[in-house]
Nanobody, 114 residues
Framework: QVQFVESGGGLVQPGGSLRLSCAAS????????MGWYRQAPGKQRELVATITKSGQTGYADSVKGRFTISRDNTNNALYLQMTSLKPDDTAVYYC????????WGQGTQVTVSS
């Protein structure tokens, strides 16, 4: 089973940018769609962005136009470029199959605050 390790989070001011990375322990080329998820304190985990093997992307309305997902099948990596960050984007961010397996990583904390 593929395992995921997320990185790139941190503290950023509103309006700032961050780029998250996800390293998979195995090949992601067979995974039809990968996704970035986030979980804010006291809230359920939500799917915010997806990307298929062919590069088709999808976004939650809350991040559309601000976040960009990309994948590198050769290097088994997934990325999330986040711009115009808002305090509501504060959460722990995870990557996984868009039909998630029970193989969640530790996530990476993103805090948007002045």
């Amino acid at each position: 089973q593929v395992q995921f390790v997320e990185s790139g989070g941190g503290l950023v001011q509103p309006g700032g940018s961050l780029r998250l990375s996800c390293a998979a322990s195995g090949s992601i080329s067979r995974i039809y769609a990968m996704g970035w998820y986030r979980q804010a304190p006291g809230k359920q985990r939500e799917l915010v962005a997806t990307i298929t093997k062919s590069g088709q992307t999808g976004y939650a309305d809350s991040v559309k136009g601000r976040f960009t997902i990309s994948r590198d099948n050769t290097n088994n990596a997934l990325y999330l470029q986040m711009t115009s960050l808002k305090p509501d984007d504060t959460a722990v961010y995870y990557c996984n199959d868009a039909s998630p397996c029970d193989c969640w990583g530790q996530g990476t904390q993103v805090t948007v605050s002045s």
